[in-house]
């Protein structure tokens, strides 16, 4: 059965963004037809344009520009006639149709209000803690939990050298956003208290020029990379003898699965994905929310126990095939548009 499916993502750089290519590159590969609608310069933009058209515009701002380019948007949608449109992010479902098609919102953070999930069929929450935190909001129609998943493809590990990284070094990988929620700069801190590992920061975002400021000012920087925003972190935790995520409120991670399939140690902290997928010592260490001491001990004793990392990876594989597979989730994805649609 073809399904043809809408995307409305009006995000920046983060891991929503890269979960939804991840997603539509698997509901291609199961047969549906796709249509995008984006904030102007994304960068998954090209990859999306190999999926199906894509139209961009900044349309969640109440300007005469946005309210004209929210209402093309609409138009150019309705003329490609999607069986489902999905909204990724709240604000996003400010922009659904109001002709007769399935309309889902795919939360993976926490809403603040309800306003903009008039007519919309059903809520995909990729967390218990997000589906609850509807319900304590007053939502009271359908509402689904579907996880996320980790690439498809295992990608070749990323040659050290393009990150001028000595092939002997211990290399601590983070790839996240770079915002206060992702509490990057108590990886930072941590760091400052072991001595030998090199720190490889995937990602980017506002707090940028700040984390570079704080690694100068712990004398970091002859062993800090920044490598800038990508699509896939794969071959950079591939390349990585340890991966931490020290984010302070989280509702899923979706670099803990990233590394789980990277086959990488995992340090992560108490937020609240972490403390729903992760047992302690059996697929992560846990540390609490920015304890950089207990991140700093957690890198040393990896460094001084391969059998513990070999035992953590081996935990993050299992997790990943018992609850984030891809087959999983796209399959209760299919089943949940084919029953709002009506279908057996």
């Known amino acids: ?9 009006f995000g920046t750089d983060g891991g929503t963004e890269r979960f939804m290519l991840r997603l539509a590159q698997a509901f291609a590969r ?7 609608a984006l904030r102007p310069g994304q960068p998954i933009q090209p990859e999306a344009e190999s999926l199906g058209p894509v139209m961009t515009g900044k349309v969640l701002r109440r300007t005469p520009l946005g309210l004209w380019q929210a209402a093309r948007m609409r138009r150019l949608i309705a003329d490609w006639r999607p069986d489902v449109v999905m909204a990724w992010r709240a604000p996003a479902a400010r922009l659904m149709p109001h002709w007769d098609c399935v309309k889902v919102v795919r939360l993976g953070d926490y809403p603040a209000h309800l306003r903009h999930f008039d007519g919309i069929d059903a809520i ?26 980790p690439p498809a493809e295992m990608a070749e590990p990323l040659d050290r050298s393009l990150l001028h990284t000595p092939e002997a070094a211990t290399v601590v990988c983070a790839a996240n956003r770079f915002a206060g929620s992702k509490g990057m700069d108590t990886l930072v801190d941590a760091m400052t208290r072991v001595p030998d590992p090199f720190l ?29 925003w990508v699509t896939d972190p794969v ?62 001990a957690a890198i040393a004793e ?43």
């Open 1 to 9: 059965m073809t399904r043809r499916i809408a995307h409305l993502q």
């Open 200 to 228: 490889w920061l995937v990602g980017d975002g506002p707090d940028r020029a700040a984390l570079e400021a704080q690694v100068d000012r712990a004398g970091l920087r002859d062993r800090t990379r920044f490598a800038g």
């Open 235 to 296: 071959p950079y935790l591939r390349a990585a003898d340890i991966c931490v995520v020290p984010s302070r409120r989280e509702p899923l991670g979706n670099a803990m699965l990233d590394a789980w399939r990277a086959g990488v140690p995992v340090i992560a902290t108490r937020f609240e994905g972490a403390v729903w997928a992760g047992r302690d010592r059996e697929n992560l260490l846990f540390a609490d929310l920015d304890a950089a001491d207990q991140i700093a």
């Open 302 to 344: 990896l460094q001084g126990d391969p059998v513990l990392g070999a035992r953590l990876v081996e935990g993050g594989r299992r997790t990943l095939e018992d609850r984030f597979s891809e087959a999983s989730v796209v399959g209760a994805y299919f089943k949940l548009f084919d029953s709002l649609r009506g279908l057996p």
């Open 30 to 36: 199961n047969g549906a037809q796709q249509v995008f």
């Open 124 to 149: 995909v929450a990729n967390v218990p803690s997000v589906r609850d935190t509807c319900r304590d909001l007053g939502w009271t129609g359908q509402i689904h939990l579907i996880s996320n998943f």
